[in-house]
């Protein structure tokens, strides 16, 4: 696969694996991506909110993409989240994200600012990121992700950004967790690729022209979620949602980014992968093997359901994925 996909797209918002230094591995995501590609996601989401991006530097985030390419990993299998609080910084990250061809670049409101921002506002910051970063092959991604930037996209605001960019506004990833909104976004931008980055509703939103997912759950269960983005409605995705809604239970004891890390670092045999960017800290590590060992017996527990669903063979070869 030279590029995603344009329907039942499974792309893995990466987590990043951290040195000492506290700065970006980019031999251990390498690697990483390269594990996940075999499982079955197609393609990669660096340097968002699940990946910590914000609190790496830019020139380290640009150095980290130059060593994925660098390795051999595909442009056009490569998404950049380019947010950041300075202003210039995000023009310099399209740039330069936009130079090696990549297959776009995910871009959130500042979250300083969550009081009185209007749909004028938020289309100013788009225009000025736009105008200033001065690319015509610019392949934008809007990011509707409220928790975090206090600002939701409305679609008459994101209309009129399309009409003026055409060409460059390309997508939408809609973290939002309201999937009436997300159909909105489907049924009223037929032309733009729209991601969901709420799982649980994949099964409802495929029939209706969804791109795919753009998710931190591929980080640990790429081969489950290979499955949920693969069913074609509700029916056939009520099984896998039962199952995700047990898997959060385990995952939401603790913050998920540490718990998400714990079990990269269990799969991958690498504790190197325990490390966080502070605020963030990983709990004590009986708690944690606890959370380790709870998601270890939820995976024995949807072998068979994984097993059953071989309907439709996915788009690339998945195998099992690992149980410990």
């Not at 609190?55 to 980290?64: G, I, P, Y």
């Not at 060409?167 to 809609?174: F, M, P, R, T, V």
């Amino acid at each position: 696969m030279s590029r995603l996909p344009s329907s039942r797209c499974l792309a893995a918002a990466i987590a990043t694996p951290v040195n000492s230094s506290l700065r970006p591995d980019s031999q251990r995501m390498v690697s990483f991506a390269r594990h996940l590609f075999s499982q079955g996601v197609d393609g990669i989401t660096i340097f968002g909110t699940t990946g910590e991006g914000p609190e790496f530097c830019v020139n380290d985030r640009m150095a980290t993409l130059d060593a994925l390419i660098s390795a051999g990993i595909e442009p056009q299998r490569i998404m950049v989240s380019v947010g950041a609080l300075a202003f210039e910084d995000s023009v310099t990250l399209a740039r330069h994200a936009t130079g090696h061809g990549v297959y776009g670049c995910l871009l959130m409101t500042p979250c300083m600012y969550r009081g009185g921002i209007t749909d004028d506002g938020v289309f100013e910051f788009y225009r000025q990121i736009i105008e200033r970063c001065g690319r015509d092959d610019l392949r934008l991604f809007v990011y509707n992700f409220p928790d975090i930037s206090g600002v939701t996209i409305s679609l008459p605001m994101l209309r009129r950004l399309t009409e003026k960019y055409p060409e460059i506004i390309a997508g939408l990833k809609d973290s939002g967790g309201d999937p009436d909104l997300t159909k909105q976004y489907i049924l009223s931008f037929s032309k733009m690729s729209i991601f969901t980055g709420n799982e649980l509703d994949l099964p409802e939103l495929n029939p209706l022209g969804l791109t795919g997912t753009v998710c931190g759950l591929a980080n640990i269960m790429p081969g489950f979620m290979r499955a949920l983005t693969d069913t074609r409605n509700s029916y056939e995705g009520r099984p896998f949602v039962e199952a995700l809604r047990a898997a959060d239970a385990v995952l939401s004891r603790y913050p998920f980014i540490p718990s998400a890390k714990a079990i990269i670092a269990d799969t991958m045999h690498d504790p190197n992968w325990l490390r966080l960017m502070p605020p963030m800290a990983q709990p004590p590590a009986p708690q944690r093997v606890q959370v380790v060992e709870a998601y270890r017996n939820w995976e024995l527990s949807v072998e068979n359901l994984l097993a059953v669903s071989t309907e439709e063979p996915s788009r690339t070869n998945v195998t099992p994925i690992r149980i410990a």
